[in-house]
Structures are given as structure tokens and as C-alpha cells.
């Protein structure tokens, strides 16, 4: 699952640096994902909403339901 989930966040991450982002991977631990958003992304007051509202939707309907995304810091 975890080789799955990489292939996914690559997918994503060209969004994020399409508006001056980018996401680094911290830990994927069985269905927890942890992420750390970087540039743009990184600052944006949105951070939050783009983790659990974008990314980790995607994940959840693409690969497993139980999929947890959190924002290390």
C-alpha cells in the first residue's frame, strides 16, 4: 500500500508546484500518512484544508478509505 500511496502524492504534488508548493513525504506508517507541505504551500493559511480536504480525499477514494493524512510540522 505504502508504494501505492508514494506513486499517488507524486501524482499530486505537480498541483502543489504548479502554485509555487511542493509536499515531502515525513512517514507513511501502515494508513497514516504523514506530510510536510513546503514553498507556497508551506505558508499558505489553506495548509490545512489542502492536507485533509485535497490530498487526503484523493487517497481515501483512490486507494483505501482508511487512509489518514496529518501535517507534520
Given at each position: 500500500m505504502e508504494e501505492r500511496?508514494?506513486?499517488?502524492?507524486?501524482?499530486?504534488?505537480?498541483?502543489?508546484?504548479?502554485?509555487?508548493?511542493?509536499?515531502?513525504?515525513?512517514?507513511?506508517?501502515?494508513?497514516?500518512?504523514?506530510l510536510r507541505l513546503k514553498g507556497a504551500c508551506g505558508s499558505c493559511p489553506h495548509a490545512t484544508m489542502t492536507i485533509k480536504q485535497g490530498i487526503e480525499r484523493v487517497l481515501r477514494e483512490e486507494i483505501?478509505?482508511?487512509?489518514?493524512?496529518?501535517?507534520?510540522?
Amino acid at each position: 500500500m505504502e508504494e501505492r500511496i508514494r506513486g499517488k502524492l507524486e501524482d499530486l504534488r505537480g498541483m502543489l508546484q504548479a502554485d509555487g508548493g511542493d509536499l515531502e513525504v515525513v512517514e507513511i506508517k501502515d494508513k497514516d500518512v504523514s506530510l510536510r507541505l513546503k514553498g507556497a504551500c508551506g505558508s499558505c493559511p489553506h495548509a490545512t484544508m489542502t492536507i485533509k480536504q485535497g490530498i487526503e480525499r484523493v487517497l481515501r477514494e483512490e486507494i483505501d478509505p482508511g487512509i489518514t493524512v496529518t501535517q507534520a510540522r
